[in-house]
């Protein structure tokens, strides 16, 4: 095709996979102990070893892809007459929106005869990713950019992203929750159960108490929101920020409850752009079904 199809890298999705799919992707930037890395995949520093400084104690924060950034990446596919759609992570999370489409009104002056489209993914981690492995499959299948377009902000709303935390240290760290309310949480092994609604934005919608009952409301939630209930035939990713044997758990608890489903669940790692706000012991689980509302 004479497009690009373009993400960030808090798709959540692997340097493989987004190869072998010909999937482009502009890295955020995070920052552990000071020091500036590229959220490129796990490459500068490995997963394990990220969520292991932070349970250690070390210092995280992110940084968006500034528009100086969106300029140059655009310009890279623009300038060999390539056209590009790019989605960017939820704007209920992140302004990278914002600057992705101040760069794409300057390229659109510049180069007046492309086609440079911005779309907010309103999604996140690997259901953003979920959401670019189907329109690779679009793609593929000879479907032009416009029409791919169009396809992507017709359907975004009913990719479902469910997650799951068993550790709240690092929610009471970001101030998403109160410090006592994570005390509190904490002692009574509180693992609250969220979604993401309608704008894009993480919301809680459960409280359980124990990380067995956690693990089997999120495939009830599937369960009441999936394609054709538990006929869904698509793809289910997950992804887990240090905790692998529960988000194993849960693929093999959707594994025997949608056995129509798509080849196996594949299970990537939380970014560290997302993973520094989060921090190790989350799980979430992206699949495709009803429009997602408030």
Same mark, same amino acid.
């Given at each position: 095709?004479?497009?690009?199809?373009?993400?960030?890298?808090?798709?959540?999705?692997?340097?493989?996979?987004?190869?072998?799919?010909?999937?482009?992707?502009?890295?955020?930037?995070?920052?552990?102990?000071?020091?500036?890395?590229?959220?490129?995949?796990?490459?500068?520093?490995?997963?394990?070893?990220?969520?292991?400084?932070?349970?250690?104690?070390?210092?995280?924060?992110?940084?968006?892809?500034?528009?100086?950034?969106?300029?140059?990446?655009?310009?890279?596919?623009?300038?060999?007459?390539?056209?590009?759609?790019?989605?960017?992570?939820?704007?209920?999370?992140?302004?990278?929106?914002?600057?992705?489409?101040?760069?794409?009104?300057?390229?659109?002056?510049?180069?007046?005869?492309?086609?440079?489209?911005?779309?907010?993914?309103?999604?996140?981690?690997?259901?953003?990713?979920?959401?670019?492995?189907?329109?690779?499959?679009?793609?593929?299948?000879?479907?032009?950019?416009?029409?791919?377009?169009?396809?992507?902000?017709?359907?975004?709303?009913?990719?479902?992203?469910?997650?799951?935390?068993?550790?709240?240290?690092?929610?009471?760290?970001?101030?998403?929750?109160?410090?006592?309310?994570?005390?509190?949480?904490?002692?009574?092994?509180?693992?609250?159960?969220?979604?993401?609604? *309608?704008?894009?934005?993480? =919301?809680?919608? &459960?409280?359980?108490?124990?990380? @067995?009952?956690?693990?089997?409301?999120? /495939? +009830?939630?599937?369960?009441?929101?999936?394609?054709?209930?538990?006929?869904? *035939?698509?793809?289910?990713? =997950?992804?887990? &920020?240090?905790?692998?044997?529960? @988000?194993?758990?849960?693929?093999?608890? /959707? +594994?025997?409850?949608?056995?129509?489903?798509?080849?196996?669940?594949?299970?990537?790692?939380?970014?560290?752009?997302?993973? &520094?706000?989060?921090?190790?012991?989350?799980?979430?689980?992206?699949?495709?079904?009803?429009?997602?509302?408030?």
């Amino acid at each position: 095709m004479n497009y690009v199809l373009s993400c960030s890298s808090t798709a959540d999705l692997s340097r493989e996979h987004m190869e072998a799919r010909d999937i482009h992707y502009v890295c955020f930037h995070y920052y552990l102990n000071g020091k500036e890395y590229p959220d490129d995949l796990g490459q500068s520093i490995p997963f394990p070893d990220f969520y292991r400084a932070m349970s250690e104690g070390a210092d995280t924060r992110t940084s968006q892809i500034n528009i100086s950034e969106y300029l140059d990446y655009f310009e890279g596919f623009l300038s060999r007459g390539l056209d590009v759609l790019h989605l960017t992570l939820s704007t209920g999370i992140s302004g990278t929106y914002n600057s992705a489409m101040d760069a794409a009104n300057i390229c659109r002056e510049r180069y007046p005869e492309r086609k440079l489209y911005v779309v907010d993914s309103l999604g996140a981690s690997s259901g953003y990713g979920l959401l670019m492995d189907t329109l690779a499959d679009k793609r593929d299948a000879g479907m032009d950019i416009d029409a791919l377009r169009d396809w992507a902000e017709e359907h975004k709303l009913c990719l479902h992203h469910w997650f799951f935390s068993t550790d709240l240290t690092f929610y009471v760290k970001g101030g998403r929750i109160s410090r006592a309310a994570g005390i509190f949480g904490g002692m009574l092994n509180i693992c609250p159960l969220l979604n993401m609604d *309608d704008l894009g934005r993480l =919301i809680p919608r &459960s409280k359980l108490r124990g990380k @067995a009952r956690v693990i089997k409301e999120i /495939v +009830e939630r599937m369960a009441a929101h999936a394609r054709d209930g538990e006929n869904y *035939d698509g793809k289910v990713y =997950i992804s887990q &920020s240090a905790c692998m044997d529960d @988000a194993k758990a849960v693929a093999a608890l /959707v +594994e025997a409850r949608f056995p129509k489903m798509q080849g196996k669940v594949e299970i990537n790692h939380i970014g560290t752009t997302i993973g &520094s706000h989060t921090g190790p012991g989350t799980v979430a689980l992206f699949f495709w079904g009803d429009q997602r509302v408030r």
